[in-house]
């Protein structure tokens, strides 16, 4: 008889940047991060695993594509999970079965939204289910990619680097729970952007070899970073919070600037957005929103509830669609009338920005972590393995 | 009678950066920067001062606009040389006579090309003519604008940081000659941009401030590399003095971005130029060309003359013109078929550009330092004092 499991997880969003491997293989980083997880209702990735005797060999859908087992990331979460499946007592039967695999995202890949670490994280998870497997697994999920990790748990997350060579205390823990800091909203501006990038992967090994600014950052910077914004979300002093995240961002995007050649991933539009957030704050007379920049142009604002609607109507003045408005994703944006904070921000010599350059805008709060899904109607395959969205 | 003297000072363009000052007042910098000096064949500031019993109050035009006297870093350049000249044993007549100062750049200033630099070496230049000041004269040219001082001299110029805090040995020397590389050519693409932008002097204090990057940058990156463009330079080894170059202008930025809110000059047709010329020289086999940005987004390349044609080439077909070729002013370009060449750097994945993103495009070569004008038609002052172009 076949076993199947079917997990989400969610997407998260570093404040404190992962950028560079101590040990590329085991994917250990050079700093601790810390993150934010994005709530599963707007974003998340789902995964379906069956194990059956009758499946010939192992198989993998993503998105409704099948792909090839042999990617040496997969395979390592594989036999990690497995290994410790055995150490835990699991039925050598099962455990000798091959798997069918189908995973999804509810956001589109293309966005450059994190999508693997969401993807890794609910692999490793629903694999943990499947076979049982008890305790951290965080440091398996990292070894698929390594900011998925931080995507098993809610609230704040924590992946903290450790000090084995073999990584196995290189794992994510919880700061705080989603519901510590419940006011605390996210708004995504994806961004119009035709550029080929370079990857993350890639672009982090570089600046490894060639940014002397990396090290500096690993060494003296992110170890203080850490410690404060840690201490700022316990306190919810969101103010200190915020200005750490930016300064976080930037410095990342800094580090990938000093790379050679460089590694350029904030455009024209992710630097007038950053522009727009100091004006806004500026006019506030406090720091009312934050901005943090992935591997990618896309902005990531950190901000609390009631700001959400002026903000917004603020992106949607400088940053115009030919609609109108900025179609709006996840939760509903109340309306707002901005007009006097929009005068000021103009002031401040902020101008008005060409149509279309947001492509879209993603409304979305602090949530819960991997989870999994009881209801068999969650299921992504068949009773036969087969992806159901392909029968 | 009258006294009156013409001079003219030339740009530089800095291949290891000056940012950040250890002395706001005295422009004591915070590293050791290094720098080509520009022919003055194709841009040059001009200065006439004419000293006059007859004259009430000290004027000066710039750019044919009357501007006040009433500056600090004006007043401050003034004072030293009249302090070194009473040393030098300058009649107290001469020096108790009110000023009049014409200068103009024969290069738009609204081209972010370092006009202040070539401005202040001519002003103290001119000055130590007029009061026939000996030695050394860079110390006092960095007090109006720090890389000023980096403009009196041809070939390839450091200024030194130096040790003592009143500045004295704070000055600039010749690395090299001009002579010593004729082949070193250099092509600036002014990008058309319309971005309001963070001058760098408030740019520079805010990275002083809030970059904890800037400390490594100038404790750890510069010195090195200044001692390896040095001997790069005086070995005439192109690759290498390319490669920090690149290097340099690339950490430069990526402090400026590092800064708090974060100081940005380099904008997306910028950072495509930097593809472009990554790509070039990945084509060519080794390093041919190098780029350097200052606080805007014109790109500056370093490259040998024999270089120049297919480079020019190649810019015209990714950065094209509405009217076919981009407005090259200065020497000239021969023409070149950089096909095959365009065609390698296309299946790296760079694509052409839009039209018209550059301004336009100037040809130059290091050249000779400031110099004074012995023919009194070169005087943009008349008999009077008054501005020729008003009169």
Same mark, same amino acid.
């Given at each position: ?15 404190i ?15 601790d991060?810390l ?123 924590r ?35 035709? *550029?080929?990038? =370079? ?12 940014? #002397? +600014? %990396? &090290? ?6 992110v170890p203080k970073r850490i410690v404060d914004i840690e ?107 901005? *007009?006097?904070? =929009? ?12 149509? #279309? +350059? %947001? &492509? ?32």
């Amino acid at each position: 008889m076949a076993s199947i499991v079917t997990c989400i997880a969610p997407v998260n969003i570093a404040v404190i940047k992962y950028w560079g491997k101590k040990d590329e293989k085991l994917i250990i980083p050079l700093n601790d991060s810390l993150s934010g997880t994005l709530s599963m209702d707007q974003m998340h990735a789902k995964t379906t695993i069956m194990a059956s005797p009758n499946f010939t060999k192992n198989c993998i859908w993503l998105n409704g594509k099948e792909e090839t087992f042999d990617n040496i990331r997969l395979l390592a979460c594989l036999k990690e999970i497995k290994r410790r499946a055995q150490e835990d007592g699991t039925s050598k039967e099962l455990l000798s079965w091959n798997i069918h695999v189908c995973s999804e995202n509810n956001f589109p890949t293309a966005a450059g939204l994190a999508s693997s670490a969401a993807g890794y994280a609910c692999f490793v998870f629903a694999l943990a289910k499947l076979y049982k497997v008890k305790g951290d697994v965080s440091q398996i999920a990292r070894q698929g990619s390594g900011s998925a990790c931080r995507s098993l748990e809610g609230g704040f997350v924590r992946w903290h680097m450790g000090k084995s060579s073999d990584g196995s205390d290189s794992l994510a823990t919880q700061v705080v729970p989603a519901s510590h800091w419940p006011e605390m909203h996210v708004i995504i501006l994806v961004v119009n952007d035709k *550029k080929k990038k =370079v990857s993350s992967t890639s672009g982090m090994q570089r600046s490894v070899e060639t940014s #002397d +600014l %990396l &090290k500096h950052r690993v060494a003296y910077c992110v170890p203080k970073r850490i410690v404060d914004i840690e201490k700022a979300i316990k306190s919810k002093d969101f103010p200190t919070f915020a200005e750490i995240t930016m300064k976080d961002s930037n410095q990342f995007h800094a580090v990938a600037l000093d790379t050679f050649p460089p590694a350029v991933y904030m455009n024209d539009v992710s630097h007038s957005i950053v522009d727009l957030i100091h004006c806004f704050n500026k006019v506030k007379g406090c720091t009312k929103v934050a901005y943090t920049f992935d591997a990618g142009p896309n902005a990531c604002l950190y901000l609390l509830e009631p700001t959400v609607a002026e903000t917004m109507a603020v992106v949607d003045y400088f940053f115009p669609s030919s609609n109108s408005k900025n179609t709006v994703q996840g939760l509903p944006v109340p309306p707002c009338n901005a *007009k006097e904070t =929009v005068k000021a921000i103009e002031a401040l010599g902020m101008q008005r920005q060409g149509d #279309d +350059l %947001l &492509k879209y805008v993603i409304h979305t709060q602090i949530g819960e972590g991997a989870k999994q899904l009881m209801d068999s109607e969650s299921h992504l395959l068949s009773a036969n393995g087969i992806p159901l969205r392909l029968v």
